[in-house]
């Protein structure tokens, strides 16, 4: 499908919040792209799909993950909202017939990542952290710099902060989100 319908389509599927978020992580994801030399309309088209099944209640994700075969990981059995990645990489292949797999990718791995994630996975999992309407998390201003200037230092200091968010709010720790922190701390 063409962008524009597409986002056609989610302003009707996302709650307002959502949509503005996500037109705030296309645009961010695309100024990234500019500024590191990647490619634009895949930045675009991930950054615009990453949350399409965000708004999807939560035993219903579940039940859609089983219905489209997906696999829920122990951790996702636990914090089900974590499944909106994988969910939103299989609507965005089937619903929204986005046949560019680096694309998909992007999507699925947006909010644990993933070792070894490449530049397009790596924009869109800083564009949703640093997108302008974000507002909660400490160090923005420096990741926002950070990000335009040097993308592994940039996912280096969102990991760090996201897994001392998590511990102190005592939220489940999914493996791949620390398999990620080490792998950014470690290369
Ligand atoms: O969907 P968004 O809110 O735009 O952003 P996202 O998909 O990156 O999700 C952000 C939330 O995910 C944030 O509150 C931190 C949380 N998160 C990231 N890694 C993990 C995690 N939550 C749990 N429980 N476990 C994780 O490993
Ligand atoms: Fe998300
Ligand atoms: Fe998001």
Redesign the pocket.
Known sequence: MKRKEIEKQLKKELDKDRFT?TMGVMYTAAALAMAHGADMEQALYAGLLH?CA?CIPNDEKIVLCKKYQIPISE?EEK?P??L??KLGAYYAEHKYAIQDNEILHAIKV???GEPGMNTLDKLIYIA??IEPNRDQAPNLTLIRKLAFENLDEAMKQILSD?LH??QEKG????P???QTYEYFHNN
Not at 171 to 174: A, C, F, K, P, R
């Open positions: 978020h949350d965000k951790a914090s909202f974590l909106h990645a947006h909010t644990t949703d952290y996201t968010y998590l939220g489940e720790i999914d791949l989100t620390a």
